[in-house]
């Protein structure tokens, strides 16, 4: 093992050739790993930060070329099921790919191999006992033959059989009583470090235990694994939450103890909740978000902001800007962020996690993706907006109506919609444009109509029925093919200067509001889209329709219907 440990480090010395940005740390090829177990089915919002960062660093543009990114399996515990597919689908999903490991871009040439190493633990036992008789060798590790009782009675371990004569220890051995294999943890003085993000860090070594490297049924702790994966699959750089400091100082004992050349060290922030330094309670998972209606692209822009301050956050005019400008400029995608990515730029404080700024992003990011610059890439962006609004409605019928919507249509609503709505799941409150409304039977409806008619501010001898019933009047005299946005709020801009006149004067947001709600049986919201556009996408003989059913609706409310309070 000595020898495997030396020849790593000359092999290691070769690759010393890069200075390390700001922190003048002399860099190696960048090969770096995330391990997912067997029985994984998600992954929690800083495990996702990490495994990303990890990936952004591995193809980051600094050194003029990319560096390998591998996932490593462990399989230790097969009684939960085998969820590994499922989990690499999600992460093919978010655009993420990795070189080494299962179903690996290695593989993918190379169909019976997952890489030139072994990635799952199940075949790597050799290596770790190899590497825990070394440590048992050097006395840096000793057998712990205490049972679970008593280990359970004590906090920090005594250490009562490191005292133990190895004649007895081999006796204990050989009449098969089970045991631990303990690291011989230095319990003075400390262990220093120079982090990439956390910068000169130290951490007395009184707080660590003699941690177990080798369990009682044979299989390596994660503390084995860490050592062993990196110096195996030649591992230079481990990037990984602050939660996992002790186990860092762990490592770092026994590279030492065993002259092994360690990886370099980044520990990115914890997520803090807004306004404080304490942890957030509960994290959403990667299938929470997905589930949401996060584009995969606004997910990983999300979650690269999370501690990393790209360029645009040094420059004041932008840091200082309105949050809908400021915004704009953490709009970033793959190809931006890897270009730009820099371990350097992660601060090392607690990083607070605003949900609204993931939701602001993927707001972006849905208008960027039906934004065009020809006829061919509106064509291929109309198609696409077709094939979102039909997935997320619901019911056949309603999928049936949008298949159906010719193309001119479909690309008003896309223009119309697409600065308007987060998620795709926000399309099922536009079904307007495809159904007219029905509050008899559509709870949701209903109750917007009603909010509308018990804000409304009418004259006397005003009703919501005989305005709405001047509007069609006048609306229904509008020529077919002359039927759109500026006819319409014309017409209705003339209905009430003339009442005006009249001195029968109607507010203007109680005239529009109606309007609103006759036609699409919504609020009037910032958010909403305009009125006039809407009508006349729903054209002229459906917008007369749906006022006149309205009106009929209206009527069978009795007095809330008919008369609005002043």
Request: proline share 4%.
């Amino acid at each position: 093992m000595k020898q495997e440990i030396k020849q790593y480090n000359r092999d290691i010395e070769k690759h010393f050739d890069v200075k390390y940005s700001a922190s003048n740390e002399v860099r190696r090829d960048v090969r770096v790993r995330y391990s997912l177990a067997l029985s994984q089915q998600d992954l929690s919002l800083s495990d996702l930060r990490a495994l990303s960062y990890n990936y952004f660093y591995s193809r980051t543009q600094m050194l003029g070329q990319p560096g390998k990114f591998i996932l490593t399996v462990d399989d230790r515990d097969t009684s939960k099921g085998n969820h590994l597919q499922p989990m690499l689908d999600k992460l093919r999903w978010l655009g993420i790919e990795w070189d080494e490991g299962p179903d690996s871009l290695f593989q993918h040439q190379n169909p019976t191999k997952e890489g030139p190493f072994n990635y799952r633990v199940s075949q790597r036992k050799e290596l770790y006992n190899k590497m825990a008789h070394s440590l048992l060798e050097n006395k840096d590790a000793y057998q712990c033959f205490c049972t679970h009782d008593r280990l359970k009675e004590m906090g920090q371990y005594d250490r009562k059989c490191y005292s133990m004569g190895q004649s007895e220890v081999n006796q204990r051995m050989a009449d098969g009583e089970p045991y631990q294999v303990r690291l011989y943890t230095p319990r003075k003085g400390k262990t220093d470090w120079m982090d990439i993000v956390q910068g000169s860090v130290s951490m007395p070594n009184s707080d660590l235990d003699d941690t177990i490297l080798i369990n009682y049924d044979g299989t390596p702790t994660q503390a084995m694994i860490d050592l062993v994966d990196d110096f195996y699959l030649k591992i230079s750089h481990v990037i990984r939450n602050q939660t996992h400091m002790k186990s860092t100082v762990q490592q770092l004992l026994m590279c030492k103890m065993l002259e092994l050349d360690p990886p370099s060290f980044a520990h990115l922030p914890n997520l803090v909740q807004p306004n404080t330094q304490v942890s957030l309670k509960k994290e959403p998972t990667l299938s929470q978000l997905i589930d949401k209606g996060f584009f995969p692209e606004a997910l990983l822009n999300g979650i690269a902001l999370l501690g990393w301050n790209p360029p645009h956050r040094e420059d004041p005019a932008v840091v200082s800007a309105p949050l809908n400008v400021f915004m704009k400029s953490e709009m970033l995608l793959v190809k931006d962020i890897v270009t730009l990515f820099n371990l350097d730029k992660v601060q090392k404080q607690g990083v607070t996690y605003m949900y609204e700024n993931m939701v602001l992003l993927n707001q972006l990011h849905l208008r960027q993706r039906f934004t065009y610059y020809d006829t061919l890439e509106q064509k291929r962006c109309v198609q696409q907006f077709r094939k979102m609004f039909q997935e997320s409605v619901s019911g056949s019928a309603n999928q049936q109506k949008v298949r159906l919507m010719n193309e001119a249509k479909m690309r008003k609503v896309m223009e119309l919609l697409k600065d308007k709505i987060r998620f795709p799941s926000d399309l099922n409150s536009h079904l307007y444009f495809i159904q007219d409304p029905d509050p008899l039977i559509n709870d949701h409806e209903k109750l917007a109509i009603h909010k509308v008619l018990r804000r409304l501010k009418l004259r006397e001898g005003d009703t919501p029925q005989s305005v709405l019933a001047e509007v069609k009047q006048r609306l229904s005299k509008i020529a077919d093919d002359q039927f759109n946005a500026q006819q319409i709020n014309k017409v209705c801009s003339m209905v009430l200067y003339e009442r005006a006149r009249a001195k029968r004067e109607v507010r203007n947001e109680d005239m529009f509001n109606l309007i609103r709600a006759a036609v699409s049986a919504t609020e009037g919201m910032v958010s909403s889209p305009p009125i006039g556009e809407v009508c006349e996408i729903v054209g002229k003989q459906g917008v007369i329709k749906r006022i006149e059913d309205f009106i009929k609706y209206t009527e069978g409310l009795g007095k809330e219907g008919a008369k609005a309070k002043a």
